[in-house]
């Protein structure tokens, strides 16, 4: 599966970890920024640029990492098509895929260690999506929203 990763500094150590574990898993890992460890560098263009990846590559998956994951998964939804969750355990991780069929995970890079992480990652990765019609319909909605901005 091909996997997009994006983040910024306080990302950029625990992304390269995540990128190696997921070459070893036989998935196919795209750093999309930054390349380097540049100090006070800003989430916003890497993450964007991450879920503008995944959105046009149906059936890839995202994930975006930063000090607690939340402005990373607030910006990775305001691109179209994209449904990112901030997984801080394995229900939250699992549960974005099975029930809101997220395409991106948000993860806090101070909140954990590379081993809860990469578990976090593992459990999303792994989980499918429902296929549940309570869901369909509900996500069907947010769909419909974001085509529309209808208020």
Not at 27 to 42: C, N
Request: hydrophobic share 40%.
């Amino acid at each position: 599966m091909r996997v997009f990763l994006g983040s910024d500094h306080a990302g950029y150590v625990l992304k390269t970890a995540i990128f190696r574990h997921l070459g070893e898993l036989g998935h196919e890992p795209v750093d999309v920024g930054p390349h380097a460890l540049v100090e006070g560098d800003d989430y916003p263009p890497y993450v964007l640029a991450t879920a503008r990846r995944v959105a046009a590559d149906p059936g890839s998956l995202g994930v975006v990492l930063g000090g607690s994951g939340n402005g990373e998964a607030i910006a990775a939804n305001k691109v179209d098509g994209i449904r990112a969750v901030l997984a801080w355990n394995e229900d939250t991780a699992r549960l974005g895929r099975e029930h809101n069929d997220a395409n991106v995970i948000s993860i806090g890079a101070r909140m954990h260690t590379v081993a809860e992480a990469t578990h976090l990652l593992d459990v999303f990765v792994k989980t499918s999506f429902s296929q549940d019609p309570r869901h369909i319909r509900r996500i069907g909605m947010l769909t419909d929203y974001e085509q529309h901005r209808s208020n």
